[in-house]
């Protein structure tokens, strides 16, 4: 089962400026408390031909769409393509991928999101990672803490301590999540798995898998 829990197994870095970010680590939160520190450093490498540099702590590629609206805090990457639309809010710590949408009235925190991901409607996303071309419906959220406030356990097996008491959810690539739909703290779903509409969703599903309404119903796509 940890396997598939491993960063090779769930995302193509060939999609991400960020690829460096996941160097020596083995599963994808372990990037969590150094992606601060990774947009600062990378930020200063990136040409002035091919990005604006509007803050101390944004760039933003010359080619990406800010609405006037929207609210951008550092440190943030905006890569090539990118759009950023009507209200969004980014509270810091961001990197949206070459071709990605960030939606009206979303909001993201402390976040990596690969090339091509969509978070279109009404999205939160804080403490994750979303891989190639995943898809968040409207009004699907990550949960990054959990109600007691302990640390977050990966429900995998007899369970893997994170020590991090902040992990929303790890999309692997090409994730469909439903709208409406909660992803609880320490969700991992694989890739090319498909998240009905208003799901709650804890643990780890398997790639290629359908998750139902109804907590725990996970079917097989059938190739």
């Given at each position: 089962?940890?396997?598939?829990?491993?960063?090779?197994?769930?995302?193509?870095?060939?999609?991400?400026?960020a690829?460096?970010l996941?160097?020596?680590?083995?599963?994808?939160?372990?990037?969590?408390?150094?992606?601060?520190?990774?947009?600062?450093h990378?930020g200063?490498?990136?040409?002035?031909?091919?990005?604006?540099?509007?803050?101390?702590?944004i760039?933003?590629?010359?080619?990406?769409?800010?609405?006037?609206?929207?609210?951008?805090?550092?440190?943030?990457?905006?890569?090539?393509?990118?759009?950023?639309?009507?209200?969004?809010?980014?509270?810091?710590?961001?990197i949206?991928?070459?071709?990605?949408?960030?939606?009206?009235?979303?909001e993201?925190?402390?976040?990596?999101?690969?090339?091509n991901?969509?978070?279109?409607?009404?999205?939160?996303?804080?403490?994750?990672?979303?891989?190639?071309?995943?898809?968040?419906?409207?009004?699907?959220?990550?949960?990054?803490?959990?109600?007691?406030?302990?640390?977050?356990?990966?429900?995998?097996?007899?369970?893997?301590?994170?020590?991090?008491?902040?992990?929303g959810?790890?999309?692997?690539?090409?994730?469909?999540?439903?709208?409406?739909?909660?992803?609880?703290?320490?969700?991992?779903?694989g890739?090319?798995?498909?998240?009905?509409?208003?799901?709650?969703?804890?643990?780890?599903?398997?790639?290629?898998?359908?998750?139902?309404?109804?907590?725990?119903?996970?079917?097989?796509?059938?190739?």
């Amino acid at each position: 089962m940890s396997k598939q829990l491993e960063i090779a197994s769930l995302f193509d870095l060939s999609h991400t400026i960020a690829a460096a970010l996941f160097d020596g680590k083995t599963y994808p939160w372990e990037v969590l408390k150094d992606i601060k520190g990774f947009i600062l450093h990378l930020g200063a490498t990136l040409s002035a031909d091919e990005f604006d540099h509007p803050a101390e702590d944004i760039w933003i590629a010359r080619d990406a769409k800010v609405a006037p609206s929207a609210c951008l805090n550092g440190p943030l990457i905006v890569d090539s393509g990118a759009e950023i639309r009507h209200c969004a809010f980014v509270r810091g710590s961001a990197i949206v991928g070459k071709n990605a949408v960030v939606g009206n009235s979303c909001e993201l925190k402390n976040c990596v999101l690969f090339d091509n991901v969509q978070v279109p409607h009404f999205n939160y996303v804080g403490d994750s990672v979303l891989g190639y071309k995943a898809h968040m419906g409207a009004g699907s959220v990550t949960s990054n803490v959990k109600s007691d406030k302990k640390n977050i356990v990966i429900h995998s097996g007899s369970g893997i301590e994170t020590g991090l008491r902040k992990i929303g959810a790890m999309l692997g690539d090409r994730v469909e999540v439903g709208c409406n739909s909660v992803l609880n703290p320490g969700t991992i779903i694989g890739r090319d798995c498909i998240v009905y509409p208003t799901s709650c969703v804890r643990g780890v599903v398997p790639e290629r898998h359908i998750y139902k309404r109804g907590e725990g119903c996970v079917e097989r796509i059938m190739d």
